[in-house]
């Protein structure tokens, strides 16, 4: 994924296909460096956005750690 933070563009999410991607992803974003905001690249550019429900995410799993050590001590 392609997104534009303010004047950073961010090239992300490869999930698993990072070597192959970013490799073919360089020349993409230089020839959008060189270009400027107009220069057409063969992925599409988009805004950052919110994960869903990612807020609770840090309290969910700070609770799971204190609960895994409890939940071995009672054998289960």
Same mark, same amino acid.
């Given at each position: 994924? =392609? /997104? !534009?933070? +303010? %004047? #950073? !563009? %961010? =090239? !992300?999410?490869? %999930?698993?296909? +990072? =070597? #192959?991607?970013? #490799? #073919?992803?360089g020349p993409q974003i230089a020839q959008r460096v060189i270009g400027g905001r107009r220069a057409e690249?063969?992925?599409? =550019? /988009? /805004?950052?956005?919110?994960?869903?429900?990612?807020?609770p995410w840090r309290s969910a799993v700070s609770a799971r750690m204190i609960y895994s050590p409890v939940q071995a001590r009672i054998g289960r």
């Open positions: 994924m =392609v /997104t !534009l933070s +303010g %004047n #950073a !563009l %961010n =090239v !992300l999410g490869y %999930n698993g296909r +990072g =070597v #192959a991607m970013s #490799a #073919a992803m690249i063969d992925m599409p =550019v /988009t /805004t950052m956005r919110e994960i869903p429900s990612h807020a």
